[in-house]
């Protein structure tokens, strides 16, 4: 009994304990997650908000606290690890350099604000950052967003090295008001987070223009330039603008659940943006063929997105595409001038009341692709434009929208007496349920039956419209008409016009109310047809709108060629079915010949002419039949060529073909005959014989030869047989694309250099030669590959080499480079050995980054492919975390070396190695008189002193400029030294010149003669490959002064 009542009081004690450890648990563990929140989101309950001022002009010293409009933080950044829930940070006007990225959330109801102060220009600008197409991942987006619950307001984001605004996977609840986000190497929003609001964000002339990285390599330049990205789910747009994007206006891929209210889309597809980036390098040679998409709305493959009172307008694809999504909802939307303007395929999508335009009625079954929709099986459809109840027996014409001007503020809005008013169908009675899943639809401004299309009419329905009648086309000349009308009443008016039924063009109003009018169109095309209509407005605002009417502007028929000797055809010999007639005006002579839809038609002109000689032959022809055609030309019988006859619009319309053809002296025979092999159906008006002796004998082009230079340069040289001046089409694709200059003094021998070419590309390529009289040649299309670029590492991790005799990898000091640094040299014998490859045999600098804070220089023994060649020294620095540079002269053989930093018994060791950088060592000299010589500048020999074959004067002349090339082979700063001798009155100065960039203004001081010469150093930062430096005597120069040669070292 004692034993079982024991074990109950030590059952609950037990208990009792387990009781209270869970309770203590339970507290640390809601303690700890309390803790993780708050430092995820800076929760403080009893926060009390606070507002921030920026300004580029401001500071961000850690003891201004930002709070004063007076002292404001300087950067985004600074601020961003500050805000609370509840507080507004006030952006004051200028620009920010900045990539910042916003962390910290806000909560329902508290959000953090970030809003321009007072409405001012605040931009966010990435123009100064690099874009490295090699390390596009690793680029930080121009604006970062991985927070919840913040409202952003008022300001632009431009210029960045890749997305522009990146709404985080993580981001959500948060709202974005009237943000511009513009000209970024990418999508203008990145749109990757849930639950977010757009509402009046404009995102334009964004484009991909290097191509983004994906598994294999790099897409092609334009695919990813959208408008706005949605990958994210339940996100809300509502009044934003996408224009002049390389790919999409609006791209739901993998993003579904969207919702786009009033949102436009307009010519996007285009590769005009990133502009400040793109302009400077030929992208499309070096990164690849433009194939942006170039859709307004692309709603897939992303499900269930909702597009209402949406406009696409002029992009170069779809207007609205489903891009295999499903259970999309298109309503009211209006799409005009896409190609086409709908592409709703895949299943299960809805399209109710939505308006196309221009528009194709002859759609005999859903799923045929028309000029301007196509829809596919299983989309539902609802009283859309091109399925209403009003097809077939009425289309939408330009008539039925009060204008087609993207300008105009009734832009695609509809004409009250349009059939599309009131022709919709109430969404009350579709069931959308499965499609919106418990989500609900506003669609503002229907009351009743809707308007098809995204604007519901709002101006009233007029019985009483001006009736306009009796309109003429009247003295249709090459380029003016006159239109006359009537009206019933008294109106202003005006006509419309264009080369299309979209008009375009206007006249003014009247200045007077009037029945009866006239008005001249000046201005226009020969040869063209113009579509018209009339506008009326009566004094009241009332407006009557006419059907749309079309005339054809006259041609121009040519002058007789002048100089020549003209042979009617009506007067030569015909043959076989050629025939005299009459039938159509604006011939010369009598008549013309026709009747060559006959095999063996023939027409034979008499023509004499001084010399032996090749003659240039006018052919005088019209051929409005469906296609080119052609005939045979035969001097004395002998068939030397044949000559192609384009299409024309009309057999009135006489033009004039130009061939080359040899004649004997005398009289000879020229015939134009329809052979088997030509197609005929033309007719001839006259042939007109220039007797003027010219040379029409083109260059003929030779001895093509390529010389590759670089990577990323080639050398053409040719030869003509006569001078002439010349240049090279090329491109990656036989369609060239790509034109040098041409050369500007006229030769036999050319050489012409082509420089931003891509490395390891084969490039189609051509000659084009043309002499002094016009003679124009073109070679045979050949090709050229450049080199492969060759990256040479020249960086070598400590922590990667092969680490021995104690040395060993560490992470314990800040600022190291890679993932750590290398100690334990307080061992002997501890040895870093690295692997380095050298392009060539030669000198080599070597750079060690270490660290010795042990209190004095340290040394370490350097080793070069197992052989001891120098010991280097480590100065003492002040502590473990400062880094510094020591640098060494070492030699290297071709290819593979190894170089080891070893503790021998002689050193101090006890320091950290990071890495060492092995670039070859630069000792260049280069005579001014090899260098190239422009303003003024001359060589001499007169004075002895110089190095080399001669010195460069003629520097007393302002623009006197030596330009010296030099290849250098590693990016970095160099010591360049100029020898010179100056002996005029006082010291001069030169202006230095680095691949056409002022950089400096270097000063010669004053020599004792002109035998006796100096030296002056600078140090200049050059690019790997091809330099110019350049001295040149600017206005604000000295001048006067010799230069004998300069030398470019490593630094």
């Known amino acids: 009994m004692k034993n079982n009542e024991m074990r109950n009081r030590l059952f609950k004690l037990h208990a009792k304990f387990l009781f209270i450890f869970g309770l203590v648990y339970l507290f640390f563990a809601f303690v700890k997650a309390e803790e993780v929140y708050a430092s995820e989101t800076s929760v403080t309950s ?61 909560e329902s109801g508290k959000p953090i604000t970030w809003e321009c102060y007072q409405n001012e220009k605040v931009i966010i600008d990435g123009s100064d950052r690099e874009c490295n197409r090699a390390a596009y991942g690793a680029l930080a987006h121009q604006l970062t ?49 849930y639950n977010n609001t757009f509402i009046r964000c404009v995102s334009s002339y964004n484009f991909d223009f290097q191509g983004l990285p994906n598994d294999t ?38 993003g579904g659940y969207n919702e786009f209210r009033k949102c436009v889309a307009y010519e996007n597809g285009t590769s005009n943006g990133c502009s400040i980036r793109a302009s400077l390098v030929p992208w499309q040679s070096k990164y690849g063929k433009f194939l942006g998409d170039g859709n307004g709305f692309k709603l897939g493959n992303g499900p269930y997105n909702i597009v209402i009172q949406c406009i696409s307008y002029k992009n170069t694809r779809d207007g609205f595409s489903t891009n295999g999504g499903i259970g999309n909802i298109l309503i009211n939307c209006t799409a005009y001038d896409n190609l086409p303007n709908y592409n709703l395929y ?59 001007d993207p300008s105009s503020p009734n832009f695609l809005k509809l004409s009250p007496n349009s059939k599309l008013v009131n022709s919709g169908t109430a969404l009350s009675s579709i069931d959308l349920s499965n499609e919106l899943d418990g989500r609900e639809i506003v669609v503002e401004g229907m009351i009743g039956q809707p308007d098809i299309g995204a604007y519901e ?9 001006p009736v306009i009648s009796n309109i003429k086309v009247e003295a249709v000349t090459t380029n003016e008409a006159t239109i006359t009308w009537n009206t019933n009443r008294i109106t202003k008016s005006k006509i419309e016009y264009g080369t299309s039924d979209l008009f375009g063009q206007s006249t003014s109003y009247t200045g007077e109310y009037k029945k009866e009018f006239s008005q001249k169109l000046t201005n226009l095309k020969p040869d063209t047809v113009y579509y018209f209509r009339i506008v009326s407005t009566d004094n009241n605002g009332v407006q009557g709108i006419s059907d749309v009417f079309a005339f054809t502007t006259d041609f121009i028929t040519p002058e007789k060629p002048a100089n020549t000797v003209i042979y009617e055809a009506e007067a030569g010999l015909l043959e076989n079915g050629a025939r005299i007639s009459r039938e159509f005006n604006n011939y010369s002579g009598d008549g013309f010949v026709c009747g060559f839809g006959n095999d063996g038609a023939k027409v034979s002109f008499k023509v ?163 002499d002094a009289e016009g003679n124009t040649s073109c070679s045979e299309e050949l090709t050229f ?42 061992n002997d014998g501890a040895d870093t050995e690295f692997t380095v490859k050298a392009t060539s045999a030669g000198l080599y600098r070597l750079c060690i980054r270490y660290a010795n804070a042990s209190g004095s220089d340290k040394s370490l023994s350097i080793y070069v492919n197992g052989v001891d060649v120098k010991q280097t020294i480590f100065a003492k620095m002040s502590a473990w975390n400062q880094w510094a540079d020591c640098y060494e002269i070492i030699e290297l053989k071709e290819g593979i070396n190894t170089i080891s930093l070893r503790r021998d018994l002689e050193d101090g060791g006890c320091c950290n190695i990071d890495y060492i950088e092995v670039n070859p060592l630069v000792d260049i000299k280069i005579e001014a008189e090899d260098a190239q010589l422009s303003g003024g500048a001359f060589v001499a020999n007169d004075l002895p002193g110089y190095s080399g ?103």
């Open 46 to 106: 009893d926060h009390k908000p606070v507002t921030y001022y920026v300004s580029p002009n401001g500071s961000d010293d850690e003891k201004n606290k930002g709070t004063s409009i007076d002292t404001p933080f300087k950067t985004i950044g600074k601020v961003a690890k500050l805000v609370k829930p509840g507080d507004t940070v006030y952006l004051r006007e200028g620009v920010y350099h900045e990539a910042p990225e916003i962390t910290i959330s806000g």
């Open 608 to 770: 004499n002419v001084p010399v032996a000689a090749d003659y240039k032959i006018f052919i005088r022809y019209a051929n409005a039949s469906e296609a080119e055609k052609s005939l045979s030309i035969y001097v004395n019988g002998t068939d030397v060529q044949q000559t192609f006859l384009p299409k024309q619009s009309s057999w009135r319309r006489w033009v004039d073909k130009e061939e080359i053809i040899h004649l004997n002296a005398g009289e000879n025979i020229v015939s134009l005959v329809r052979d088997p092999d030509d197609g005929g159906c033309c007719n001839i008006d006259f042939i007109a014989i220039d007797t003027s002796i010219k040379d029409y004998k083109a260059p003929a082009i030779t001895e093509i030869t390529t010389n590759i230079v670089s990577e990323e340069e080639i050398e053409v040289n040719w030869s003509t047989d006569e001078n002439s001046y010349s240049y090279i089409e090329y491109g990656e694709t036989s369609y060239y694309g790509y034109v040098t200059d041409q050369n500007k003094i006229i030769t036999t021998q050319h050489s012409v250099r082509i420089t931003d070419l891509t490395p390891g590309t084969t490039y189609y390529y051509r000659i084009i030669s043309k």
């Open 145 to 193: 967003i991985r927070c919840a619950y913040n409202i952003f307001k008022g300001f632009s984001v431009i210029n960045g090295p890749s997305h522009g605004i990146h709404d985080h996977e993580t981001a959500h609840d948060n709202t974005y008001i009237d943000i511009e986000s513009s000209n970024h190497n990418g999508k203008g929003f990145y749109i990757d987070g």
């Open 457 to 465: 009419c709002d101006l009233p329905i007029s019985k009483n419209l």
């Open 346 to 404: 895949k299943n299960y999508n809805t399209a109710i009341n939505c308006l196309s335009y221009p528009n194709v009625f002859d759609i005999p079954e859903i799923g045929i692709k028309t000029i301007n929709q196509e829809v596919e099986n299983y989309t539902k459809q609802y009283t859309n434009s091109w399925n209403s109840t009003l097809q077939p027996e009425v289309q939408v014409t330009a008539n039925d929208f009060l204008s087609l």
């Open 217 to 254: 390599g790099y897409d092609n330049p334009g695919e990813h330039g959208d408008g706005f990205g949605l990958i994210g789910k339940s996100n809300t747009l509502i009044e934003c603008v996408a224009y002049n994007n390389s790919d999409d206006g609006y791209d739901t891929y993998n």
């Open 785 to 826: 590959t450049t080199k492969e670029k060759v990256i040479v590492e020249t960086r070598y991790e400590a922590e990667a080499a092969t680490l021995t005799g104690g040395a060993r990898k560490a992470y314990d000091h800040e600022g190291y480079s890679g993932s750590g640094f290398v100690c334990g040299y307080g």
């Open 949 to 1051: 074959d001669y010195f460069v004067c003629g520097y007393g002349n302002e623009g006197a400029e030596t330009s010296f090339d030099v290849n250098i082979p590693m990016n970095g700063e160099y010591t360049v030294v100029l020898q010179y001798a100056n002996a005029s009155e006082n010291d001069k100065t030169l202006s230095v010149y680095v691949n056409g960039v002022d950089v400096q203004q270097v000063m010669l001081y004053r020599t004792a003669n002109w035998m006796t010469v100096s030296k002056v150093y600078m140090t200049l930062q050059l690019k790997a490959g091809d330099n110019k430096i350049a001295f040149r005597r600017d206005p604000d120069d000295g001048g006067t002064c010799n230069l004998d040669y300069i030398i470019i070292q490593s630094k």
